[in-house]
């Protein structure tokens, strides 16, 4: 069933989302060649206890970390180690945090110092397919609203679209219903009505839409082994439109 936040969950989600938010920024001057994923994650972890919250993914489903951090081809659900960042990666961090009760969840990815023009596209065109998604976010329009808006956006820029993952309702629960897949047809789905929270989250690739699991039955990659970008913002739908929960 679909939630409709109170206004009090609302203002929960407030704080849980600008936590992820301040999170992001304390860990983007750190995300530099050398770095481990293990120190990122860290650092993550102890900025989200400092808040007063908890880190959301931390033994969710027995997922061993704090964050999900996935570099180059991974496309979700990274697992922190001691691989060091190299000039020229891209890396996706994927934070959530635990607020009394209540999840704010935002991914991001960023540039290891410099890339090539290539990642530089699929990172920029990610991030503009996450906003014509959240575009569409306003009561009486639908969930497929937003996942044709993706899918358009995506089409038109030629990236592969991953289709077996897809943003979700957020509240006290870290997935809720419904579904937002990154792909579909307009004026279909659950219908947005003010007080929903929902993630949205394109994961385009700069080759085609197929992905594999790894064997930590955990990270995936893309089959052919080219670069991922995962961009991801909790919204709440509003009167008139909607709220970024997780910062601009």
Known sequence: MISIKSKREIELMIVAGNIVYETHKHLKPLIK?????????????????????????KNYEGFPNATCISVNEEVVHGIPSNRKLKKGDIVSIDIGADYKGYHGDSAWSYAVGLIDDDKKYLMEHT?????????????GNRIGDI???????ANDHDLGI??????????????????????????????????????IEPMLNLGTDDIVVEDNDWTITTLDRKPSAHFEHTVLVTKDGYQILTGE
């Open 33 to 57: 060649p050398g770095v481990s994923l293990l120190e990122l994650d860290s650092e993550a972890e102890k900025f989200i206890i400092s808040k007063g919250a908890k880190p959301s993914f």
């Open 127 to 139: 991030k503009k397919a996450l906003y014509e998604g959240i575009k569409m976010v306003k009561p």
């Open 147 to 153: 996942s044709h808006a993706i899918e358009c956006y």
């Open 162 to 199: 991953v289709r077996e993952l897809c943003g979700h309702g957020v509240g006290n629960h870290l997935h809720e219903e419904p579904d937002v897949p990154n792909y579909g047809f307009a004026h279909t789905g659950p219908i947005l009505k003010e007080g929903m929270v929902i993630a």
